[in-house]
């Protein structure tokens, strides 16, 4: 029981930490993801790589999606491609091409990891938010690529119950 609110009170506390950390400021204007259980019912392909690839529509009725600018052949914007062939390799345990950014992708800790701070985030404090120039990541869509890393950033489907709370 003590342990279960210790683990609960550091939960609390560590994503202010890992945005602290090394950078002096985090990213602002964040949404605020619903709280509950992380899913561990994760598969890159089907759940993460969707959200690259789906098209959105902006207010004036226009598809956008992420690989309209994350594409080959060459390096892709920002030399982030988010085609299904490279992404993972591009994003998990990637450094950023913003130079004093954190991770792209850090296994665990998606409170440090540039890619959530993208789409969660107003002021990512690197760059813009994305889809550049929005349409932004719904809550429920957001949840889906944070709850991904919280797991590990696995790259195979994985189940894993009652792993972590949001
Ligand atoms: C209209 C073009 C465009 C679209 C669409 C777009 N981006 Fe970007 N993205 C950029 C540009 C330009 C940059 C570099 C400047 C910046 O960081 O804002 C960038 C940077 C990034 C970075 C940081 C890369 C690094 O190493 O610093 C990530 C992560 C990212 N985008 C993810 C996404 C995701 C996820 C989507 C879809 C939800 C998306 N982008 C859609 C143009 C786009």
Request: aromatic share 8%.
């Amino acid at each position: 029981m003590l342990g279960h609110v210790l683990r609960s009170s550091l939960l609390l506390l560590l994503p202010a930490l890992s945005h602290a950390a090394g950078l002096g400021t985090g990213p602002t204007s964040c949404d605020q993801l619903p709280t509950g259980a992380v899913s561990g019912n994760v598969n890159y392909a089907t759940v993460v790589q969707f959200q690259f690839d789906v098209p959105r529509l902006d207010g004036m009725g226009n598809e956008r999606k992420c690989t309209d600018c994350h594409i080959g052949p060459g390096a892709g914007t920002w030399n982030l491609r988010l085609d299904a062939a490279v992404s993972y390799d591009q994003l998990v345990n990637q450094p950023s091409t913003h130079s004093g950014a954190p991770p792209r992708v850090r296994r665990g800790d998606p409170n440090g990891s540039l890619l959530f701070w993208k789409i969660n985030c107003d002021d990512p404090v690197y760059g813009a938010r994305m889809i550049q120039d929005g349409p932004f990541l719904t809550l429920a869509q957001q949840a889906l690529i944070y709850d991904w890393i919280k797991v590990g950033a696995p790259q195979e489907s994985l189940m894993v119950i009652g792993f972590e709370s949001r």
